[in-house]
């Protein structure tokens, strides 16, 4: 009898549909349990393009109706103030505060049928960046950690950067689903804050008043010194311990690491063009990251996603004044960000192999409120993709005509993560190995 | 009804020779059975003299032919009436079994509950990760492990407008065409048309699905060989055959319809047809499951490793004893017992948390006394420290925070389960002081276990974790996947926590400018009143009935009315004869100075994940038993042991051990023990806000007093960073010992362990200024960091290094540094 053992987890995790039908298709004879595993290897390295993904994550659930899903026939207290433009996408407007995206909208694809299950901003940014909610738990690790643990650590910098003031979190809490969940703390991400004038800083990075890169290092060699006669033990946590203590070393120590995040080696010119803001600039420091060689660079677009509440720092939370927010400073700042980092991708060649994706927990409510604002919408919302072989210049999905609801498949953000990983190379056999992302499926129009 | 099934001592050898010895004795189980109908199978089970299985060795011949036909495997399928004789032959010996096959005509209809659900959970389409998640797959859900006949019956038949069967052409059913993959399916192929499964399904839809509920139940299952064995390595296989009992009094081979999973598969996997292929040494249980019914039978392998020899090691007490049989058995060499220094570091650690002083560690080694070990012991667990530092282990458990109690109640309540640990007050008592607790939190800080613990499912929840070691939140939805655990067990617990009531008591409203804050919810609550109400049931969610009041073992619990649901959950847990609670305790308490259970996790008791030595488990147990229930008592007998003193270095007869104990675990200090050793070494004490100077880490009340003094601590929260728990769940694993960039880079860069090397109050400040020789400086803090003298080599390095410096306080705080950084100051060991 054939015996599936564990292999049979792999199998059950996804390889899509479509997979199956056309090899099936190909090949009828060749029915075998070994089949479903050669199609997904096949396809995992058929896809497997990302060296690196960049996140960048629009925290407090950025309006689709007042940017990428206008709805200019919709009945006034859904539609909004802002006029429609064309883009390079036949058939596709957005609205008139994203006229640099507009402009080049044929270098990535705008999905406009996202959903989600949750519709609180903690909950929702986990389900957002795990595919999975919080409860009942363990919480699922950040698609980055997935990525983290499947690259390892590469050289001296770690394989999953946040770029930004601090874990993505609302007044009360912050998020579950911020790093390494199920897969532990080891894969957690690692916190870089880059200021509105490129300043970057990681408190433990920063040579202390009295330290110099000569005294760690004279430290570092005392120590070796001293630990010929080391204290023999064997154990597998002390191996551990060792490799991480290594990474941080080369860290702190390796010129590579360190010139990854010195932004003053960009061009003024290139520094200006992604904004003069937390944001801008941190798009560019992802950049660099993901030149370096790190494997997954989530940006954040705020800490809180609150704007004005106290310690908020412009999240796209706008419960109140969220016409002029949108139209005087998170749109502007958007658009040239966005639209810089993608022309720099695209300059450079590194869009070849560099996975742009944008999006938010969820979006917000079609009807204005009676603040004359937005409250929150789990029904709909939108992505963008750019980069690793996504099909450019499309727009997939589309909502009904409030944009309250998909008319087309909903696109889940486990289906984010699994496409994801599938470009990452971590096919449905590693997510099974690692269990995660069981059960998710792939974005196929995308490709 | 939940069966609980101690570890049984004395398990069978089957196999002693690692051979076959060709004139071996054969037996054959069962040498005689009888088939019914034409769909009943039968699995054979062949044993040599050892024994040692050989069911797949043997050849099989029948006689006479067309009554039955026996698979290489041993499996045996009826073909007409009549009484064959198998003979199962190998080399020279023989055996015969003798089958009769009647009814073989008469088809009965397959049964729905007994064969399809069985057939489809065994294949894996209704196991957790396929469709019996709860959400299903692809829009097909079924109940997990097909728990519910009713939810399967109505997806199988009717969902999917019936394309799911086609009884008018079976073939085409989805139910046949997914798995086999003659249709795409997500899930793989996951039987032939060959396969019994196939034909059971196949047959089912033929006869038009039929679902009738069986006139007699299954009321359990057995499995054979029984009881545990021990398997020798390399040619480790057993073949397993399962029995189910009906109502009716009938038995039948259920082999062929059983799903088997084994609890480690880097140990030995098993085929779906129950035949286990062994790896590796170690212990493991495999999970047999047929309908809701679960055994657990435990399997050892071992194997005979070149060049081991067993002299016999130092016994101290009773618990080497225990450890010593599983080495032996399992061939591994325990280590030589470790030096004095080493000695003193580890128990320090361990039983206060901190370091020793540099007079301590010289006091001890001066000593003479033939038993100063024990007497250190003894000193230290009359120690406050030890008191703080336990009670902070048990703050953790219980969930001690500002967060959860505010913070008052949480200084109330660590003091409350500190002087419990001080005065060593019986852990029986204990427990019950807290299951029981009644009244104002701020009179009785026990009671605060139903504040952390909000609501009914919560304290249930807890309280079967801390004192049964049990999980139970799968069974909440569902029955638990590979426990026992029914969801009536689920509610039927949780029933014993629904009569608790929890009144909030509100902070006094200070009287501001005549004004009162008319929003209550503003307020904050300062304690609560907790009491047994008399009323009140717990609602099963697939039922709608009340539920009542149900334990393990024993089943529904009796209650006085007076004493209230939780007393009487309180006597069936520290009763003598309860199966949990000693075990459970004992195991924390080895766990928390071995740094690995008895069982791993250590609270996750279940039949599927046996503990690694049950005899070391069980005599731990039954010692705290008979001594009241002493903490201390339990705690000083591991302490005392040679197993817990043995050195942290390895042989090539010990390097794979991780499980039996054979030599010391190095494990890194916790956040607590981290900051306060650097503290020690150093010579700055630490100021933490919110508590009296002095107060040492390990002490700490709640991890959340108020927010850290950042001037004093640096701006990252150096005990977070090193994985200080939050005390926001009951599980001890909150706690990370996962390593992080960040914690590497606090050591080599951070400002906390920056600021006491620059202090000008710090030791080697102090010793530089009164003049002390640069090498006597470096010998202290070497002393007082790792207990011992630095080496000769590593002196002169170190001296050298200071003496060629031009700033000497420099250099010794590159030196300090430098000593600080090393994996042995890091790691106890």
């Given at each position: 009898?054939?015996?599936?053992?564990?292999y049979?987890?792999?199998?059950?995790?996804g390889?899509?549909?479509?997979a199956?039908?056309?090899?099936?298709?190909?090949?009828?004879?060749?029915?075998?349990?070994?089949?479903?595993?050669?199609?997904?290897?096949e396809?995992?390295?058929?896809?497997?393009?990302?060296?690196s993904?960049?996140?960048?994550?629009?925290?407090g659930?950025p309006?689709h109706?007042?940017?990428?899903d206008?709805?200019?026939?919709a009945?006034?207290d859904?539609?909004?103030?802002?006029?429609?433009?064309?883009t390079?996408?036949?058939?596709?407007?957005?609205?008139?505060?994203?006229p640099?995206?507009?402009a080049?909208?044929?270098?990535?694809?705008?999905?406009?049928?996202?959903?989600?299950?949750n519709?609180?901003?903690?909950?929702?940014?986990?389900?957002?960046?795990?595919?999975?909610?919080e409860?009942?738990g363990?919480?699922q690790?950040?698609?980055?950690?997935?990525v983290?643990?499947?690259?390892?650590?590469?050289?001296?910098?770690?394989?999953?950067f946040?770029?930004?003031?601090?874990?993505p979190r609302d007044?009360?809490?912050?998020?579950?689903?911020?790093?390494g969940g199920t897969?532990?703390?080891?894969?957690?991400?690692?916190l870089?804050?880059?200021?509105?004038?490129?300043?970057?800083?990681?408190?433990?990075?920063?040579?202390?008043?009295?330290?110099?890169p000569?005294?760690?290092?004279?430290?570092?060699?005392?120590?070796?010194?001293?630990?010929?006669?080391?204290?023999?033990?064997?154990?597998?946590e002390?191996?551990?311990w060792?490799?991480t203590?290594?990474?941080?070393?080369?860290?702190?120590?390796?010129?590579k690491a360190?010139?990854?995040f010195?932004?003053?080696?960009?061009?003024?010119k290139?520094?200006?063009?992604?904004?003069?803001?937390?944001?801008?600039?941190?798009?560019?420091?992802?950049?660099?990251?993901?030149q370096?060689?790190?494997?997954?660079?989530?940006?954040?677009?705020?800490?809180?996603v609150?704007?004005?509440?106290?310690n908020?720092d412009f999240?796209?939370?706008?419960?109140?004044?969220?016409?002029?927010?949108?139209?005087?400073?998170?749109c502007p700042?958007?658009?040239?960000?966005?639209?810089?980092?993608?022309?720099?991708?695209?300059n450079?060649?590194?869009?070849?192999?560099?996975?742009?994706?944008?999006?938010?927990?969820?979006?917000?409510?079609p009807?204005?409120?009676?603040?004359?604002?937005?409250?929150h919408?789990?029904h709909?919302?939108?992505?963008l993709?750019?980069?690793?072989?996504?099909?450019?210049g499309?727009?997939?999905?589309?909502?009904d005509?409030k944009?309250?609801?998909?008319?087309?498949?909903?696109?889940?953000?486990?289906?984010?993560?699994?496409?994801?990983?599938?470009?990452c190379?971590?096919?449905?056999?590693?997510?099974?190995?690692?269990?995660?992302?069981?059960?998710?499926?792939?974005?196929?129009?995308?490709? | 009804?939940?069966?609980?099934?101690?570890?049984?001592?004395?398990?069978?050898v089957?196999?002693?020779?690692?051979?076959?010895?060709?004139?071996a004795?054969?037996s054959?189980d069962?040498?005689?059975?009888?088939?019914k109908g034409?769909?009943?199978?039968?699995?054979?089970v062949?044993?040599?003299?050892?024994?040692?299985?050989?069911?797949?060795?043997?050849?099989?011949?029948?006689?006479?032919?067309g009554?039955?036909t026996?698979?290489?495997?041993?499996?045996?399928?009826?073909?007409?009436?009549?009484?064959?004789?198998?003979?199962a032959?190998?080399?020279?010996?023989?055996?015969?079994a003798?089958?009769?096959?009647q009814?073989?005509?008469?088809?009965?209809?397959?049964?729905f509950?007994?064969?399809t659900?069985?057939?489809?959970a065994?294949?894996?389409?209704?196991?957790?990760?396929?469709?019996?998640?709860?959400n299903?797959?692809?829009?097909?859900?079924?109940?997990?492990?097909?728990?519910?006949?009713?939810?399967?019956?109505?997806?199988?038949?009717?969902?999917?407008?019936?394309?799911?069967?086609?009884?008018?052409?079976?073939?085409?059913?989805?139910?046949?065409?997914?798995p086999?993959?003659?249709?795409?399916h997500?899930?793989?192929?996951?039987?032939a048309?060959?396969?019994?499964?196939y034909?059971?399904?196949?047959?089912?839809i033929?006869?038009?699905?039929?679902?009738?509920?069986?006139?007699?139940?299954?009321?359990?299952?057995?499995?054979?060989?029984?009881?545990?064995?021990?398997?020798r390595?390399?040619?480790?296989?057993?073949?397993l055959?399962v029995?189910?009992?009906?109502?009716d009094?009938?038995?039948?081979?259920?082999?062929?319809?059983?799903?088997?999973e084994?609890?480690?598969?880097?140990?030995?996997d098993v085929?779906?047809?129950?035949?286990?292929?062994?790896y590796?040494?170690?212990?493991?249980?495999?999970?047999?499951?047929?309908?809701?019914?679960i055994?657990t039978?435990?399997?050892?392998?071992?194997?005979?490793?070149?060049?081991?020899?067993?002299?016999?090691?130092?016994?101290?007490?009773?618990?080497?004893?225990?450890?010593?049989?599983?080495?032996?058995?399992?061939?591994?060499?325990?280590?030589?017992?470790?030096?004095?220094?080493?000695?003193?570091?580890?128990?320090?650690l361990d039983?206060?948390?901190i370091l020793p002083?540099?007079?301590e560690?010289?006091?001890?080694?001066?000593?003479?006394?033939?038993t100063?070990r024990?007497?250190?012991?003894?000193?230290?667990?009359?120690?406050?420290?030890?008191a703080?530092?336990?009670?902070?282990?048990?703050?953790?458990?219980?969930?001690?925070?500002?967060?959860?109690?505010?913070?008052?109640?949480?200084?109330?309540?660590?003091?409350?389960?500190?002087t419990?640990?001080?005065e060593?007050?019986?852990?029986?008592?204990?427990?019950?002081?807290?299951?029981?607790?009644?009244?104002?939190?701020?009179?009785?800080?026990a009671?605060?276990?139903?504040?952390?613990?909000?609501?009914?499912?919560d304290?249930m929840e807890t309280?079967?974790?801390?004192?049964?070691?049990?999980?139970?939140?799968?069974?909440?939805?569902?029955?638990?996947?590979?426990?026992?655990?029914?969801?009536?067990?689920?509610?039927?617990?949780?029933?014993?926590?629904?009569?608790?009531e929890?009144?909030?008591?509100?902070?006094?409203?200070?009287?501001?400018?005549?004004?009162?804050?008319?929003?209550?919810?503003?307020?904050?609550?300062?304690a609560a009143?907790i009491?047994d109400v008399?009323?009140?049931?717990?609602i099963?969610?697939?039922?709608?009935?009340?539920?009542l009041?149900?334990v393990?073992a024993l089943?529904?619990?009796?209650?006085?009315e007076?004493?209230?649901?939780?007393?009487a959950?309180?006597?069936?847990?520290?009763?003598?004869?309860?199966?949990?609670?000693?075990?459970?305790e004992?195991?924390?308490?080895w766990?928390?100075?071995?740094g690995?259970?008895?069982?791993?996790?250590?609270?996750?008791?279940?039949?599927?994940?046996?503990?690694?030595?049950a005899?070391?488990?069980?005599?731990?147990?039954?010692e705290?038993?008979?001594?009241?229930?002493d903490?201390?008592?339990?705690?000083?007998?591991?302490?005392?042991?040679?197993?817990?003193?043995?050195?942290?270095?390895?042989?090539?007869?010990?390097?794979?051990?991780?499980?039996?104990?054979?030599h010391?675990r190095?494990?890194?200090?916790?956040?607590e023990?981290?900051?306060?050793?650097?503290?020690?070494?150093?010579g700055?004490?630490?100021?933490?806000?919110?508590?009296?100077?002095?107060?040492?880490?390990?002490?700490l009340?709640?991890?959340?007093?108020?927010?850290?003094?950042?001037?004093?601590?640096?701006s990252v929260?150096?005990?977070?960073?090193?994985?200080?728990?939050?005390?926001?769940?009951?599980?001890?694993?909150?706690?990370?010992?996962?390593?992080s960039?960040g914690?590497?880079?606090?050591?080599?860069n951070?400002?906390?362990l920056?600021?006491?090397?620059?202090?000008?109050e710090?030791?080697?400040?102090?010793?530089?200024?009164?003049?002390?020789?640069?090498?006597?400086?470096?010998?202290?803090?070497?002393?007082?960091?790792?207990?011992?003298?630095p080496?000769?080599?590593?002196?002169?390095?170190a001296s050298e290094y200071?003496?060629?410096a031009?700033?000497?306080?420099m250099?010794?705080e590159?030196?300090?540094?430098?000593?600080?950084?090393?994996?042995?100051?890091?790691?106890?060991?």
């Amino acid at each position: 009898m054939l015996d599936f053992g564990s292999y049979a987890a792999a199998s059950c995790s996804g390889t899509s549909r479509r997979a199956f039908i056309r090899t099936s298709a190909a090949v009828p004879a060749m029915m075998s349990a070994g089949l479903p595993a050669m199609a997904e290897i096949e396809q995992a390295r058929r896809r497997a393009k990302a060296k690196s993904v960049i996140l960048l994550w629009l925290w407090g659930g950025p309006s689709h109706l007042d940017m990428v899903d206008p709805k200019p026939d919709a009945p006034d207290d859904f539609r909004g103030p802002f006029g429609t433009i064309a883009t390079r996408t036949t058939g596709m407007h957005f609205t008139e505060l994203l006229p640099r995206m507009a402009a080049r909208s044929d270098r990535y694809t705008v999905i406009r049928s996202m959903q989600t299950t949750n519709g609180g901003h903690p909950g929702a940014g986990t389900v957002g960046v795990t595919g999975f909610e919080e409860k009942p738990g363990p919480v699922q690790p950040n698609f980055g950690a997935i990525v983290a643990k499947d690259r390892g650590q590469q050289e001296a910098l770690p394989p999953f950067f946040y770029v930004g003031r601090g874990i993505p979190r609302d007044l009360p809490r912050r998020i579950e689903g911020y790093g390494g969940g199920t897969l532990g703390k080891a894969y957690d991400p690692f916190l870089v804050h880059c200021s509105d004038r490129g300043d970057v800083s990681i408190p433990t990075l920063k040579m202390l008043p009295n330290m110099s890169p000569n005294r760690i290092e004279d430290r570092r060699t005392l120590e070796k010194a001293l630990d010929v006669e080391r204290y023999r033990l064997d154990s597998a946590e002390l191996e551990r311990w060792g490799q991480t203590y290594q990474s941080a070393y080369g860290l702190l120590t390796d010129e590579k690491a360190r010139v990854a995040f010195d932004l003053t080696r960009e061009s003024q010119k290139t520094r200006s063009s992604y904004g003069r803001t937390t944001f801008g600039q941190g798009c560019l420091l992802a950049r660099r990251l993901a030149q370096a060689g790190v494997p997954y660079v989530q940006v954040n677009w705020s800490e809180y996603v609150e704007t004005f509440t106290p310690n908020g720092d412009f999240g796209w939370d706008t419960h109140i004044y969220n016409f002029e927010l949108l139209q005087d400073r998170h749109c502007p700042i958007f658009d040239r960000a966005y639209s810089a980092l993608l022309d720099d991708l695209h300059n450079s060649g590194m869009l070849e192999d560099t996975l742009l994706v944008a999006m938010g927990e969820f979006g917000r409510t079609p009807k204005i409120s009676t603040r004359a604002s937005r409250e929150h919408w789990q029904h709909c919302y939108f992505s963008l993709w750019a980069g690793a072989g996504v099909e450019p210049g499309r727009c997939i999905g589309q909502s009904d005509a409030k944009a309250e609801y998909p008319v087309t498949r909903p696109v889940t953000p486990l289906m984010t993560g699994t496409t994801m990983m599938e470009l990452c190379g971590i096919g449905a056999k590693e997510r099974a190995e690692m269990k995660v992302l069981d059960g998710g499926s792939i974005i196929d129009e995308l490709f | 009804m939940l069966h609980i099934k101690r570890i049984t001592l004395f398990p069978i050898v089957l196999a002693s020779t690692t051979f076959l010895c060709a004139a071996a004795e054969l037996s054959v189980d069962p040498p005689t059975a009888t088939l019914k109908g034409p769909r009943q199978r039968l699995q054979l089970v062949v044993h040599s003299a050892g024994p040692v299985d050989v069911t797949r060795q043997v050849e099989y011949a029948v006689e006479p032919p067309g009554i039955i036909t026996v698979s290489e495997t041993g499996q045996v399928t009826p073909r007409g009436d009549g009484t064959a004789v198998v003979t199962a032959t190998i080399a020279e010996s023989a055996v015969k079994a003798k089958i009769v096959v009647q009814d073989f005509a008469t088809v009965p209809p397959v049964s729905f509950e007994h064969e399809t659900l069985p057939v489809l959970a065994r294949s894996g389409c209704s196991g957790g990760a396929c469709h019996g998640a709860p959400n299903g797959k692809a829009g097909f859900r079924l109940s997990l492990f097909g728990s519910d006949s009713e939810f399967d019956r109505r997806a199988l038949v009717r969902e999917a407008q019936g394309r799911r069967v086609s009884p008018l052409n079976p073939q085409n059913s989805m139910l046949l065409m997914k798995p086999t993959m003659e249709l795409p399916h997500l899930g793989g192929r996951r039987f032939a048309s060959s396969d019994t499964t196939y034909v059971i399904l196949r047959d089912w839809i033929t006869e038009g699905c039929r679902v009738e509920k069986p006139a007699v139940k299954c009321v359990g299952i057995n499995v054979f060989p029984a009881g545990p064995a021990v398997l020798r390595l390399p040619n480790a296989v057993h073949q397993l055959r399962v029995i189910a009992r009906f109502s009716d009094d009938s038995e039948r081979d259920v082999t062929h319809l059983a799903k088997f999973e084994t609890s480690d598969a880097s140990i030995a996997d098993v085929a779906r047809n129950g035949f286990v292929r062994g790896y590796a040494r170690g212990d493991l249980a495999v999970i047999v499951r047929y309908q809701h019914h679960i055994e657990t039978p435990l399997l050892t392998f071992v194997r005979n490793v070149e060049g081991f020899e067993w002299s016999s090691p130092v016994v101290i007490n009773e618990i080497d004893a225990h450890v010593d049989r599983k080495l032996q058995q399992m061939q591994f060499t325990p280590g030589d017992i470790c030096d004095d220094e080493t000695f003193l570091r580890r128990v320090w650690l361990d039983v206060v948390g901190i370091l020793p002083t540099i007079e301590e560690r010289q006091r001890f080694l001066e000593s003479t006394s033939e038993t100063k070990r024990s007497e250190l012991i003894e000193d230290l667990l009359e120690r406050p420290e030890y008191a703080r530092f336990w009670g902070q282990k048990w703050g953790d458990l219980l969930r001690v925070s500002r967060k959860q109690i505010g913070l008052d109640s949480a200084l109330t309540y660590a003091t409350w389960l500190q002087t419990s640990v001080q005065e060593n007050v019986p852990y029986d008592v204990f427990a019950r002081q807290i299951l029981t607790a009644t009244g104002d939190t701020t009179q009785n800080p026990a009671a605060n276990y139903y504040r952390t613990s909000a609501d009914t499912n919560d304290a249930m929840e807890t309280s079967a974790q801390l004192f049964l070691g049990t999980r139970i939140q799968c069974a909440k939805c569902h029955n638990h996947p590979f426990e026992r655990w029914t969801q009536d067990n689920y509610y039927g617990l949780a029933a014993v926590f629904h009569r608790v009531e929890r009144k909030p008591v509100l902070k006094e409203e200070p009287e501001n400018d005549g004004k009162k804050d008319k929003k209550k919810k503003n307020r904050e609550v300062r304690a609560a009143v907790i009491s047994d109400v008399a009323a009140g049931d717990v609602i099963h969610p697939s039922t709608g009935q009340a539920v009542l009041p149900w334990v393990p073992a024993l089943g529904e619990l009796a209650v006085a009315e007076q004493t209230g649901r939780r007393n009487a959950f309180a006597d069936w847990l520290t009763a003598e004869n309860n199966p949990f609670f000693a075990q459970v305790e004992v195991n924390r308490i080895w766990t928390n100075v071995m740094g690995r259970g008895i069982v791993e996790p250590f609270d996750d008791f279940r039949d599927s994940n046996p503990p690694s030595n049950a005899s070391l488990l069980n005599f731990l147990a039954e010692e705290f038993r008979i001594h009241k229930y002493d903490r201390k008592h339990v705690l000083r007998l591991i302490l005392n042991s040679r197993t817990y003193q043995t050195s942290s270095t390895v042989s090539r007869f010990n390097a794979t051990d991780t499980r039996y104990f054979s030599h010391y675990r190095p494990r890194r200090l916790s956040a607590e023990q981290l900051v306060d050793a650097i503290s020690e070494v150093v010579g700055v004490q630490n100021e933490f806000v919110g508590v009296p100077a002095g107060t040492k880490a390990t002490w700490l009340p709640a991890p959340d007093l108020k927010p850290h003094n950042q001037s004093q601590l640096g701006s990252v929260d150096f005990l977070k960073v090193f994985g200080q728990p939050e005390r926001q769940s009951a599980c001890e694993c909150e706690r990370g010992d996962e390593t992080s960039l960040g914690q590497a880079l606090e050591l080599l860069n951070g400002e906390y362990l920056n600021k006491r090397l620059t202090a000008p109050e710090n030791r080697f400040r102090q010793l530089l200024q009164a003049g002390t020789p640069l090498s006597n400086i470096i010998r202290e803090l070497y002393c007082a960091a790792l207990c011992r003298e630095p080496t000769k080599k590593e002196l002169s390095v170190a001296s050298e290094y200071a003496n060629r410096a031009t700033e000497k306080t420099m250099a010794l705080e590159d030196i300090c540094w430098a000593i600080v950084n090393k994996d042995e100051f890091l790691f106890q060991h």
